[in-house]
């Protein structure tokens, strides 16, 4: 897994600094960045499609305007969180189900001591949310435009069908869905 860091001040860098070492605990690949004035896009447009997940140690409204530019679709944008400079927050920003920045706040809040910030309507209900189960199967979603009808079904109440084919390139032997 990579991950990169961005922190602009000394007090973001020295928790930028424990959560690197946390997370290279875990065999992450992660890098540190202290952004100086005029960093900000270069970094972003260099880590946006090279890492699976950013950390800005800062605000959401830096966070956004950098990442803006570079937003494709919750399929391929890697997971985005922010963690304010006191440490108090981690909050999924981008690409919470697919990207995994959902589980990755949680994660990163236990470790340092701060509250998550999960917004998505699935998880805030405590409803099934169909892209956070087809990832943890190692499934990909055919018709991730469909994702969207389906939550809005589910957080109504109403029943889902969900069908999963599995061809020779994918499994050797057929997989048991439950």
């Known amino acids: 897994m990579k991950t990169g860091l961005i922190a602009f001040s000394e007090t973001g860098m020295a928790l930028g600094k424990s959560i690197a070492d946390s997370l290279s605990a875990d065999d992450s690949r992660v890098s540190l ?5 005029g960093c900000l896009a270069v970094w972003t447009r260099e880590h946006f499609t090279r890492d699976d997940r950013l950390i800005f140690i800062g605000s959401c409204g830096i966070a956004v305007r950098a990442i803006a ?16 400079e006191a440490g108090r927050f981690c909050i999924a920003l981008l690409s919470g189900h697919i990207g995994g920045a959902n589980a990755f706040a949680e994660k990163l ?14 998880d805030v209900h405590g409803t099934f949310a169909v892209d956070t189960w087809a990832v943890s199967r190692g499934l990909t979603v055919a018709n991730p435009e469909l994702i ?25 032997t057929r997989k048991q869905l439950g």
């Not at 960045?33 to 004035?37: F, N, P």
């Not at 530019?69 to 304010?84: E, N």
């Not at 029943?159 to 999963?164: D, E, F, G, T």
Request: aromatic letters at 2%; one cysteine or more.
């Open 109 to 122: 809040a236990l470790r340092i001591g701060a509250v998550p910030v999960i917004t998505t309507a699935t």
């Open 148 to 172: 969207k009808r389906v939550s809005a079904r589910l957080l109504a109440g109403e029943p889902i069908a969900v069908k999963s084919l599995f061809s020779p390139v994918q499994s050797s």
């Open 33 to 37: 960045t202290r952004c100086e004035a």
């Open 69 to 84: 530019p570079h937003l494709k679709d919750k399929t391929s944008d890697p997971a985005v969180v922010v963690v304010d």
